[in-house]
């Protein structure tokens, strides 16, 4: 009898063991979708060995449901609808929805034509993520019909609209800028956190990034993601807040010899751009209104230009047809120009462009930024000038 027990125990933990170890080593990504039908939904995210997978399913009257391995860490995942979306007229794709994989069943709603906005709950991680998502939401869906009604020319009624609703964007943006920081401030041991700072190189000064990063607890700081911010701060840390501004000698568009040691006592803005970069060019107008400004308080601006051709001739053609077509006031020098001699790009460790580093009428190194997204050199001059 006690033989056939055994026996009879170790049949029923063969066939029930393995169904229970599967259960247990899964979640369940569970939603509705309002217009979404019976159309499939996918999700996409790397495991913990760091290997990509991909999940879909076919939905049932807006409700869907899949099925994904539980994991021991937060992954970072894209989740879409098979409906198409496009963001412009031109079929640009539109957004999709980041979530975080990890180790709870996770609750997704919302409309299936505006995926990117669903409110996903369910573990610690996803729930933090939906309280950062909560404050932007509103501001960034305004600038997603914003950027639809500009790409959908017969919906703008005319150049003024559009600069009012370029305006209205930039307007938008720079509060979002606050918003966005608060969040990272305030959920220091949140993944959401370590996550956005991986999108929020352009919205800090590369100190104010450092100084972010630092005060984030070390729950996550070795986690895979986390690598993409440590090679950035390894980068810009070549040139930190306080170090000396690595001085050169340049030609500029006038014939005349540029040196930075020429320009001590005086504040400079060293812009790093292109012809060929539209954000640049879109805050050139921005920067001719601060040297208005300041220019006779002892502000000077060296605009250093990086030319995508590789024969110089040309190079120079399209630089001086961009100062000309942008009426730029101040000192520009191109990068193309004796670049075997001296390469400010590489010295700088630029990586993207428009950077702009803030330097001391002393020649230190006040502040570096990438974009025109923050208002930051604007408070540093009024801090510098008292206006």
Sequence with gaps: ???????????????????????????????????????????????????????????????????????????????????????????????????????????????????????????????????????????????????????????????????????????????????????????????????????????????????????LSPKYKNHPVAEKIKAYIKKISTTPEGADAIGFQKTDNHGKTISLANYKGKTVLLDFWGSWCGPCRASNPHLKALYAKYQSKGFEIIAIAQEQKKVLEEARGLWLKAIEEDALPYTNILNNEDIDRQNLVKDYNIMAFPTKILVSNEGKILMRITSSATDDIDRALEKIYGF
């Design 1 to 215: 009898m006690k033989t056939m027990k055994t026996l009879l125990i170790a049949t029923l933990l063969h066939f029930f063991l393995p169904k229970a170890y599967s259960q247990n080593d899964s979640i369940q990504i569970s939603g509705r979708l309002k217009g979404l039908g019976n159309k499939s939904v996918w999700i996409s995210f790397a495991d913990d060995a760091g290997l990509s997978r991909s999940y879909k399913a076919n939905a049932n009257n807006d409700a869907f449901t899949l099925k994904v391995p539980r994991l021991q860490n937060p992954a970072i995942a894209r989740f879409d609808v098979s409906i198409s979306r496009t963001s412009t007229r031109n079929s640009n794709p539109a957004p999709k929805l980041d979530l975080f994989v990890f180790d709870r069943d996770i609750s997704i709603k919302g409309d299936a034509l505006l995926v990117q906005f669903a409110d996903v709950n369910g573990d610690e991680e996803n729930n933090a993520l939906a309280v950062y998502k909560q404050l932007v939401k509103k501001g960034e869906m305004r600038n997603y019909e914003i950027m639809q009604q500009l790409f959908n020319e017969e919906k703008i009624t005319s150049s003024a609209n559009k600069e009012a609703l370029m305006a209205e964007a930039t307007a938008t943006n720079r509060k979002l800028v606050n918003v966005k920081r608060d969040f990272v401030k305030t959920h220091p041991n949140a993944f959401a956190s370590v996550f956005l700072l991986t999108r929020m190189e352009n919205l800090y000064t590369a100190g104010d990034f450092i100084s972010t990063w630092n005060s």
